[in-house]
């Protein structure tokens, strides 16, 4: 008899913490939350950048621009100071390389090209899309993270209860194939299955992109570090 009712507050206990564990996240991957710590402060940071480039602009003053700019947005925008090497400009480089996309083609060229258009934006389009860069990969890490934080990858028997809950609190969001599974078949995929077929609601599909390539759900959490 105490076996069984000591199964029974472990079982309602593991229920309890998957339902708090899916309330965390949910309440963390809120549209408004995300924007408030990404997108405005990042906007706001952008829209103080002054600069005093010639147009059209040199090869010096777009690497000198860029890389100010990226330094400047760290800082005033997100607070933190920005992931620098012996060789700052390089890793803006490497950001353009792999997240810049315009009408010239995709990379640190088509960005060159672009800052050198005295018809289209120059090198004010070029920030602009460097802004955008940088909010799509804050974002990203930012929810990566917060599943990495809030679920234990250890912990199978929570996990199987997770996808329990998920399944009776969002059967309609979810589509049959998904809801013929058992719930072990998906304890690894909680992440994807919230982006894809739940975070939705929330609006996470529109702001989630990447310039490079269209964040999905196989990709979102499969990202090589920015």
Known sequence: MKEQIGVT????DIKTRARKTVETISAKLDR???????????DE???RFTHKAGCPISHNEFHRVITEFVVWVYDKGLSARWKLSAEPLGQVIELLEKHYSSTYGTGYTAAALDAAE???GGIDAVLNQ???IIKDIERAKYIKAVFAVNID???????CEIVSVLFEQYRQCLPQHLLKCKPWELANEIPTI??????????????????????SAENLFNLDSF
């Open 118 to 120: 005295t018809q289209e």
């Open 130 to 132: 460097l802004a955008q």
């Open 32 to 42: 408004s939350l995300i924007k408030s710590q990404f997108d405005e402060p990042i």
């Open 194 to 215: 919230m982006y894809r077929y739940i975070c939705n609601e929330s609006a996470l599909q529109q702001i989630l992109s990447c310039t490079e390539k269209s964040l």
């Open 9 to 12: 507050l472990k079982n309602t």
């Open 45 to 47: 940071a952008a829209g």
């Open 153 to 159: 990858s250890t912990d199978w028997h929570l996990k």
